[in-house]
Protein backbone atom coordinates (compact mmCIF):
# COMPACT_ATOMS: atom_id res chain seq x y z
CA UNK A 1 0.00 0.00 0.00
CA UNK A 2 1.22 3.38 -1.02
CA UNK A 3 1.92 5.82 2.08
CA UNK A 4 0.13 8.91 1.79
CA UNK A 5 2.29 11.93 1.36
CA UNK A 6 1.80 15.49 2.48
CA UNK A 7 1.80 18.14 -0.04
CA UNK A 8 1.85 21.76 -0.04
CA UNK A 9 -1.40 21.95 1.19
CA UNK A 10 -2.17 18.58 2.45
CA UNK A 11 -1.01 16.70 5.63
CA UNK A 12 -2.39 13.18 5.56
CA UNK A 13 -4.33 13.20 9.16
CA UNK A 14 -6.51 10.58 10.76
CA UNK A 15 -7.68 11.44 14.67
CA UNK A 16 -9.90 7.65 14.57
CA UNK A 17 -8.92 6.13 17.80
CA UNK A 18 -7.82 3.35 15.96
CA UNK A 19 -6.63 4.64 12.59
CA UNK A 20 -9.35 3.46 10.40
CA UNK A 21 -9.90 5.24 7.65
CA UNK A 22 -13.75 5.47 6.27
CA UNK A 23 -14.97 7.33 4.23
CA UNK A 24 -18.27 7.34 6.69
CA UNK A 25 -16.35 9.52 9.74
CA UNK A 26 -15.14 12.64 7.45
CA UNK A 27 -17.51 15.00 9.74
CA UNK A 28 -16.23 13.38 12.77
CA UNK A 29 -12.46 13.54 11.84
CA UNK A 30 -12.72 17.16 10.28
CA UNK A 31 -14.31 18.48 13.76
CA UNK A 32 -12.23 16.51 15.64
CA UNK A 33 -9.13 17.87 13.47
CA UNK A 34 -10.69 21.58 14.22
CA UNK A 35 -11.63 21.66 17.90
CA UNK A 36 -9.00 19.54 18.98
CA UNK A 37 -11.02 16.98 20.90
CA UNK A 38 -10.82 13.53 20.35
CA UNK A 39 -12.66 11.72 17.50
CA UNK A 40 -14.78 10.00 20.44
CA UNK A 41 -15.99 13.35 22.31
CA UNK A 42 -16.79 14.76 18.76
CA UNK A 43 -18.84 11.49 18.32
CA UNK A 44 -20.69 11.69 21.44
CA UNK A 45 -21.67 15.09 21.09
CA UNK A 46 -22.98 15.02 17.91
CA UNK A 47 -24.72 11.99 18.56
CA UNK A 48 -26.35 13.57 21.99
CA UNK A 49 -26.97 16.71 19.11
CA UNK A 50 -28.17 14.17 16.91
CA UNK A 51 -30.88 12.79 19.39
CA UNK A 52 -32.39 16.25 19.94
CA UNK A 53 -32.86 17.12 16.11
CA UNK A 54 -33.68 13.49 15.61
CA UNK A 55 -31.13 13.56 13.21
CA UNK A 56 -28.19 10.94 12.39
CA UNK A 57 -25.05 12.15 14.17
CA UNK A 58 -23.51 12.90 10.46
CA UNK A 59 -26.59 14.20 8.87
CA UNK A 60 -26.16 17.48 7.63
CA UNK A 61 -28.60 19.09 9.81
CA UNK A 62 -26.78 17.89 12.56
CA UNK A 63 -22.91 18.69 11.79
CA UNK A 64 -24.35 22.40 10.54
CA UNK A 65 -26.29 23.10 13.90
CA UNK A 66 -23.01 21.96 16.05
CA UNK A 67 -20.54 24.04 13.55
CA UNK A 68 -23.08 27.00 13.95
CA UNK A 69 -22.85 26.98 17.71
CA UNK A 70 -18.88 27.06 17.48
CA UNK A 71 -18.05 28.93 14.26
CA UNK A 72 -18.79 31.39 11.98
CA UNK A 73 -19.87 30.80 8.34
CA UNK A 74 -17.64 33.14 5.99
CA UNK A 75 -18.25 34.09 2.37
CA UNK A 76 -15.17 32.64 -0.11
CA UNK A 77 -15.90 34.00 -3.11
CA UNK A 78 -13.55 33.42 -6.60
CA UNK A 79 -14.01 35.37 -10.04
CA UNK A 80 -14.74 32.41 -12.24
CA UNK A 81 -15.80 29.64 -10.15
CA UNK A 82 -16.22 28.29 -6.77
CA UNK A 83 -13.01 27.94 -4.28
CA UNK A 84 -11.44 24.86 -3.59
CA UNK A 85 -10.45 22.64 -0.83
CA UNK A 86 -6.59 24.17 -1.75
CA UNK A 87 -7.88 27.90 -2.33
CA UNK A 88 -9.37 27.70 1.47
CA UNK A 89 -5.71 26.23 2.67
CA UNK A 90 -4.30 29.54 1.12
CA UNK A 91 -6.74 31.69 3.02
CA UNK A 92 -5.15 32.43 6.05
CA UNK A 93 -2.60 29.45 7.83
CA UNK A 94 -3.29 31.28 10.92
CA UNK A 95 -6.63 30.48 11.26
CA UNK A 96 -8.89 27.06 11.13
CA UNK A 97 -11.30 26.37 8.84
CA UNK A 98 -13.85 23.73 8.47
CA UNK A 99 -15.03 22.95 5.00
CA UNK A 100 -17.94 21.45 3.29
CA UNK A 101 -17.35 20.03 -0.28
CA UNK A 102 -19.90 17.67 -2.39
CA UNK A 103 -20.42 14.55 -0.40
CA UNK A 104 -17.02 15.64 1.93
CA UNK A 105 -16.51 17.59 5.22
CA UNK A 106 -12.76 18.62 5.85
CA UNK A 107 -10.40 20.67 8.21
CA UNK A 108 -8.08 23.05 7.11
CA UNK A 109 -5.67 23.63 9.60
CA UNK A 110 -2.28 25.75 9.69
CA UNK A 111 -2.78 26.13 6.14
CA UNK A 112 -3.46 22.69 5.38
CA UNK A 113 -5.98 20.40 4.39
CA UNK A 114 -6.07 17.62 7.33
CA UNK A 115 -7.52 14.24 6.21
CA UNK A 116 -6.93 10.94 5.48
CA UNK A 117 -7.01 11.51 1.34
CA UNK A 118 -6.01 14.77 -0.79
CA UNK A 119 -9.81 16.68 -1.62
CA UNK A 120 -8.05 20.25 -2.29
CA UNK A 121 -9.02 20.19 -6.16
CA UNK A 122 -13.03 19.62 -4.88
CA UNK A 123 -15.27 22.80 -4.89
CA UNK A 124 -15.84 24.29 -1.53
CA UNK A 125 -19.72 25.09 -0.78
CA UNK A 126 -19.60 26.35 2.63
CA UNK A 127 -16.76 27.53 5.05
CA UNK A 128 -16.97 27.95 8.47
CA UNK A 129 -13.71 30.00 10.16
CA UNK A 130 -13.10 28.97 13.74
CA UNK A 131 -13.90 31.15 16.83
Known amino acids: MTKVKSTKYFAYTNPHPK ?25 DELTKLGRELLAPPNDDLTYKTYLDRIADRIEVRTVGGRLKGKGVAGLDPTKTYVVR ?13 R ?5 GDK ?7 MR
Do not use: E, F
Open 19 to 43: GIKSLSDCVYRAISIATGKDWLTVY
Open 101 to 113: MAGHLVCVKDGKL
Open 115 to 119: DTWNC
Open 123 to 129: SAYIVWQ
